[in-house]
T-cell receptor, first 116, second 115 residues
């Protein structure tokens, strides 16, 4: 079945440091890929997405490129801020497998803590 | 985008009792989903709530334990029945506002503690 593997946390960085959170996947068809963010005490929010190979999703300074050859969707940000402290989830949706519905398979989440 | 209201936001319940969680969406949506997020773990899909028919459950989840209602296109409930401490989790409602896999929106979740 489909699966998502992401690097374990917690990740602790100083403000303005470079961030990479690794994510790899296995899927039956041609999935869409997502990064969701969960700020403390809040629900999940979509951060960015990519729906086909070589697409780059970007939002709020975060980027991730859909790499079919390496089955990866690593999240990057050039300069993190304290306000980026949250849990980040990589996820995929495989419409072939789910018959068109947006049923998501999530990674285990990576907690990011940014310090001054 | 869809705005989702989930109630209650948190609860502490006695083992052996049941809790019903409500999910209200501000627009009609095709697909509604219920997820569980156990402490320190990722989200696991419990079931897809189908309007006008029984919910579709994922492996490891059964209707007797997690009965779901979907009376219309804007509302669903999830009941956690005969609770035990292992049911302590965050339960999240999710919707897709368009068909064919565009984006999922999540409620803020219900934090359940069973004592």
């Amino acid at each position: 079945g489909d699966s998502v593997t992401q690097m374990e946390g917690p990740v602790t960085l100083s403000e303005e440091a470079f961030l990479t959170i690794n994510c790899t996947y296995t899927a039956t068809g041609y999935p869409s890929l997502f990064w969701y963010v969960q700020y403390p005490g809040e629900g999940l929010q979509l951060l960015l997405k990519a729906t086909k190979a070589d697409d780059k999703g970007s939002n709020k300074g975060f980027e991730a490129t859909y790499r079919k050859e390496t089955t990866s969707f690593h999240l990057e940000k050039g300069s993190v801020q304290v306000s980026d402290s949250a849990v980040y989830f990589c996820a995929l949706s495989d419409p072939v497998l789910t018959g068109g519905g947006n049923k998501l398979t999530f990674g285990t989440g990576t907690q990011l803590k940014v310090e001054l | 985008s869809a705005v989702i209201s989930q109630k209650p936001s948190r609860d502490i319940c006695q083992r052996g009792t049941s809790l019903t969680i409500q999910c209200q969406v501000d627009s009609q949506v095709t697909m509604m989903f219920w997820y569980r997020q156990q402490p320190g773990q990722s989200l696991t899909l419990i079931a897809t709530a189908n309007q006008g028919s029984e919910a579709t459950y994922e492996s490891g989840f059964v209707i007797d334990k997690f009965p779901i209602s979907r009376p219309n296109l804007t509302f669903s409930t999830l009941t956690v029945s005969n609770m035990s401490p292992e049911d302590s989790s965050i339960y999240l409602c999710s919707v897709e506002d368009k068909p064919l896999n565009t984006e999922a929106f999540f409620g803020q979740g219900t934090r359940l503690t069973v004592v």
